[in-house]
């Protein structure tokens, strides 16, 4: 399999699904390749990945966004940022992955994949929510910060994959904030997540 650059990211997978108990097949494999560097600057995301982690996994990968509380524009800023990436950073070992995300002020878009045996979605997604929080009160900022719900898509394809990615990579864009994806500074991916048939 070729390799990835991380300006492309996820040039590949998924059919949305709200479904998240649909058959999973063990003929899907998830390879993570784990990007360096503990801030996601714009030279650190064209940098080359270098350790390849091939992992199986049962578990799908998926599309995820969550909003703040009335649309309050609280995450794009550095210290969220870093919260998210430390926090993304830690998550294998609790049985989540992150791949790319793209931070809004006012929302966050991400794609991830969870080991169910050690961790549900809506229990890391809680867990994520709350680190924020704790990071935003630090700041002053007053709760509450996020809607309690999230909105999540089951990805399934290669094709679907990479066409959610190419859309959402240039929010930042579309609102304004950025004259193309790569100079929006709260862009990224933590990992490179991939299906793979066996």
């Known amino acids: 399999m070729s390799q990835i650059s991380s300006t492309q990211f996820l040039e590949d997978c998924i059919q949305p699904r709200r479904l998240l108990s649909l058959p999973r097949s063990p ?3 998830c390879a993570l390749r784990k990007c360096s560097g503990a801030s996601m600057t714009a030279e650190n995301r064209k940098q080359r990945l270098h350790r390849l982690e091939l992992v199986f996994t049962r578990s799908p990968i998926y599309f995820i966004t969550a909003c703040t509380h009335n649309r309050r524009k609280l995450l794009a800023t550095a210290t969220v940022h870093e ?5 993304g950073q830690q998550g294998p070992p609790h049985g989540a992955w992150i791949g790319a995300y ?3 002020p006012d929302h966050l878009h991400l794609f991830v994949t969870t080991d169910d045996e050690k961790i ?3 229990a890391w997604m809680k ?3 709350n680190t924020i929080s704790k990071t935003l009160r630090t700041a ?4 509450p910060h996020w809607q309690k719900t999230f909105f999540d898509h089951l990805l399934r394809s290669e094709e679907s994959y990479s066409e959610k990615w190419s859309y959402v990579r240039e929010n930042p864009v579309r609102a304004g ?3 193309n994806a790569e ?3 709260f862009i990224g991916k933590i990992f490179t997540l991939e299906y793979r048939s066996t």
């Not at 919260?83 to 926090?87: A, E, G, N, Q, V």
């Not at 002053?140 to 709760?143: I, K, P, R, S, T």
């Open 177 to 179: 904030l950025a004259t």
């Open 183 to 185: 100079n929006w500074p």
């Open 120 to 122: 549900s979605l809506a």
């Open 140 to 143: 002053g900022v007053v709760a």
């Open 27 to 29: 003929k899907i494999r």
């Open 102 to 104: 793209v931070i809004m």
């Open 83 to 87: 919260t998210f990436l430390r926090f």
């Open 127 to 129: 867990s994520l929510k």
